[in-house]
Nanobody, 122 residues
């Protein structure tokens, strides 16, 4: 089993930046890719970004492309999500998850972290 814990969330103003971390442990050798998702109150959990564990390829939702960047520090077993030019609509709980089958739906991911709150004020 892969264990994941997110950190780095907080309250910021529109236009600010935050860097989220996803620290992994457990059966790390079995991981292929890590996804970032977010869920705002009253909304479904939505895909944000995907990065393979080697860090060689990334994929982003259109809503965050050119503002968010995912990266991997394999020595630290940590995945990052650098979020720039934040907008109020980015406000959500952000989760990282271990991709177990090809796809970008939440059901394609196995282990999930508890989430970290990001709040962007206007």
């Amino acid at each position: 089993q892969v264990l994941l814990v997110e950190s780095g969330g907080g309250l910021v103003q529109a236009g600010d930046s935050l860097r989220l971390s996803c620290t992994t442990s457990g059966r790390i050798f079995s991981m292929y890719a890590i996804g970032w998702f977010r869920q705002a109150p009253g909304k479904e959990r939505e895909f944000v970004a995907l990065i393979n564990w080697s860090g060689g390829s990334t994929y982003y939702a259109d809503s965050v492309k050119d503002r968010f960047t995912a990266s991997v520090d394999s020595a630290q077993n940590t995945v990052y999500l650098q979020m720039n030019r934040l907008k109020p609509e980015d406000t959500a709980v952000y989760y990282c998850a271990d991709q177990v089958v090809a796809g970008l739906a939440p059901a394609d991911f196995g282990s999930w972290g508890p989430g970290t709150q990001v709040t962007v004020s206007s």
